[in-house]
């Protein structure tokens, strides 16, 4: 019965911080399926990765915040909707409801012939940007964990040395635990400017964080 009441306490004391979240309250506001989509458009303003006339590949994409940020990033007006100037091609395991303009793909990013869709979606076209906030299921267990997290972070700069242009970008979202500085030494080895960001939407309670490769180092 402890046991019951304590995991009552802890999601009481979640949802009790999910409701007063301004960010949550600023998602509902502006039309974002979850907070989520301020991280990526606080590691944007900071950077400046994402402009018109680009293709972005949005990993990890369901609910679909991300790609709407990313959709309102590529509409001249920064528009939810309207004119679209460039290229968003979203895949998740889970399925995501539409996004206007945004190519969806569902299936796991681990298998190859999801991989070969996408880059048929791609039909030759170089990335300028992919962001993925995949996570996987979480055990509890931190090695299982870590490993898991650790395996999604390295696919996803495969791809992405395999399809960025030279002086693209992969934003990529990370815990600090077991794994994380062999992640930020992959980073180093495949980018020329490796940025690791916590964005103020990033609840300080969680491990999260975010690593943006920018420029791919084989490409000179």
């Known amino acids: 019965m402890k046991v019951k009441t304590k995991s009552k306490k802890v999601n ?44 972005v590949v949005d990993l990890g994409s369901s609910p679909g915040a991300w790609s709407q940020y990313v959709r309102r990033a590529l509409a001249p007006q920064g528009a939810a909707a309207g004119a679209l100037d460039g290229t968003i091609i979203a895949l998740d395991i889970l399925p995501m409801e539409p996004v206007e303009g945004v190519l969806f793909l569902q299936g796991d990013f681990r298998e190859p012939e999801v991989l070969q ?38 696919l996803a700069v495969e791809f992405s040395a395999a399809h960025l242009k030279p002086g693209g970008a992969l934003v990529t979202k990370v815990f600090h635990g077991s794994g994380y500085s062999q992640l930020v030494k992959l980073f ?3 980018f020329r400017v490796v940025k690791p960001l916590k964005p103020k939407a990033s609840r300080d309670k969680s491990s999260e964080t975010f690593l943006v490769g920018i420029g791919l180092k084989s490409a000179g």
């Open 117 to 154: 869709q996408l880059e048929a979606l791609l039909a030759g076209r170089a990335v300028d940007v992919v962001v993925s906030d995949m996570a996987p299921n979480l055990s509890g267990i931190e090695s299982a964990d870590g490993a898991r997290i650790a395996h999604l972070v390295e």
């Open 188 to 190: 180093k080895e495949t």
């Open 12 to 55: 009481k004391a979640w949802l009790n911080d999910h409701v007063n979240d301004p960010y949550v309250k600023l998602a509902q506001r502006e039309g974002y399926r979850a907070r989520a989509a301020y991280k990526l458009k606080e590691i944007d303003e900071t950077l400046g990765l994402i402009r018109p006339g680009q293709v």
